[in-house]
């Protein structure tokens, strides 16, 4: 038994060794993207882009056909724009797919549910940020850390509800900046999240 453990444990050691290398600080994309510009100053609402939200587990990359959908007509509107517009157009002609790289992200043992969190009011701000005050996104720029002692500091916190949904600021669209001039209501009750292990470990 004792010989059958140090070999699991050589065995590991030399799978991470000979593991190839990843700059845990290169989070420089295919395309620079701005959400600063498309959120922010143009009001694209996250869902046209990230069209699975609040239907799916996942909020999904937006497709090929979404972005150049735009950028067959829009063309940029400074230089450094009309070069990487250019480079999603030379990804579409050739037909290779975007290797974006995920920045907010969560272990493949951790099941997150965006739908889930959408239904019940959660904003994409919430756990992401004031995404669209940013042009470019890396750790540094996330607001939480997505660990399990932060969503589980979340969904032990009794939140304010009417009809069944969480109060928030009312937005333009979700993720996007805050009406103002909306007074706050009187909450009716409040949500608790799950604390059950199967929740996000299933």
Not at 118 to 145: A, E
Not at 148 to 154: D, H, K, Y
Not at 157 to 178: D, E, H, L, Y
Request: glycine share 6%.
């Amino acid at each position: 038994m004792k010989i059958r453990r140090i070999a699991i444990v050589l065995t590991i050691g030399i799978i991470l060794s000979t593991a190839p290398a990843v700059d845990a600080e290169d989070f420089s994309q295919p395309i620079e993207f701005s959400h600063k510009n498309h959120a922010g100053k143009n009001e694209i609402p996250c869902e046209f882009c990230h069209t699975y939200a609040r239907r799916s587990n996942s909020s999904g990359a937006p497709s090929m056909e979404s972005c150049i959908g735009c950028h067959r007509v829009v063309k940029g509107t400074d230089e450094s724009q009309v070069e990487q517009i250019a480079k999603l157009i030379e990804f579409w002609n050739n037909k290779e797919i975007i290797a974006w790289k995920k920045i907010h992200d969560v272990p493949d043992f951790v099941h997150f549910s965006h739908k889930s969190h959408i239904r019940v009011g959660i904003d994409c701000t919430d756990c992401h940020g004031d995404i669209d005050q940013l042009d470019l996104l890396s750790i540094n720029t996330m607001i939480n850390d997505l660990s399990m002692g932060w969503c589980l500091e979340c969904h032990k916190t009794a939140q304010p509800t009417i009809n069944g949904k969480i109060i928030s600021p009312v937005r333009n669209f979700r993720g996007g900046s805050i009406i103002q001039e909306v007074k706050s209501q009187a909450a009716e009750g409040t949500l608790t999240g799950s604390t059950d292990c199967y929740a996000c470990h299933k």
